[in-house]
């Protein structure tokens, strides 16, 4: 299936098959792999009574990583560099808005932190403090103040906690597709209300 064929109907199994074939891959110098790390992120949003979509989203965050499985991206689509705007693009058809959102500011809810929350910034990973380097640091005020007028801010936040908390070797939780069921439901839902 290619991401030409991808639709209501099928796009959770789809992801469900990248997770499979791919989600063994190191995370970025983490002591987790891909799988690890997203499904560790969606059971701390369990485990915070999160509604479906805010566990789907810090399922979903790091969906980016994968594009080159959704077909042709864009003609820059050779190193993932921006992981956060291409994971929010490949969902946008299928999920809804919040979900999008928080994975498309996944990235700028960890700058936002670390400029707004003197805390933060300690309970960085090592990656994460290397990545943050890449990824333009803390934000500036300006920056923050416009993070802060989109609708889904407050909620892309939270999945950023989860995100850095979805870092611990060995963490016990769910299976991708224990969560399918939760997927199907979210897809479905967003679909009957367009």
């Known amino acids: 299936m290619s991401g030409q064929d991808l639709n209501a109907d099928n796009i959770v199994e789809f ?17 987790v792999t891909m799988s690890e790390h997203m499904l560790q992120g969606a059971w701390l949003a369990e485990q915070d009574s999160a509604p479906d979509v805010l566990v789907a989203a810090a399922l979903l965050h790091d969906i980016g990583h994968y594009t080159s ?16 705007e291409a994971g929010g693009e490949v969902l946008a058809p299928f999920f809804p808005p919040v979900i999008v959102e928080c994975v498309r500011l996944h990235v700028s809810a960890k700058r936002y932190l670390c ?5 933060y910034f300690g309970k960085l990973s090592q990656a994460s403090v290397h990545t943050l380097s890449l990824q333009g640091g803390p934000m500036s005020a300006e920056e923050v103040a416009e993070f802060r007028k989109n609708p889904f801010h407050e909620e892309a936040v939270r999945v950023r906690i989860w995100d850095e908390g979805g870092k611990v070797a060995n963490m016990k939780t769910r299976t991708f597709r224990d969560y399918v069921p939760l997927l199907q439901r979210v897809v479905r839902e967003f679909r009957d209300r367009a």
């Open 15 to 31: 992801i469900a098959d990248i997770f499979e074939r791919r989600g063994a891959e190191s995370y970025l110098g983490e002591p």
């Open 69 to 84: 499985e959704f077909g042709t991206y864009s003609p820059d689509d050779v190193e993932d560099k921006h992981h956060d």
């Open 115 to 119: 400029a707004t929350d003197p805390t």
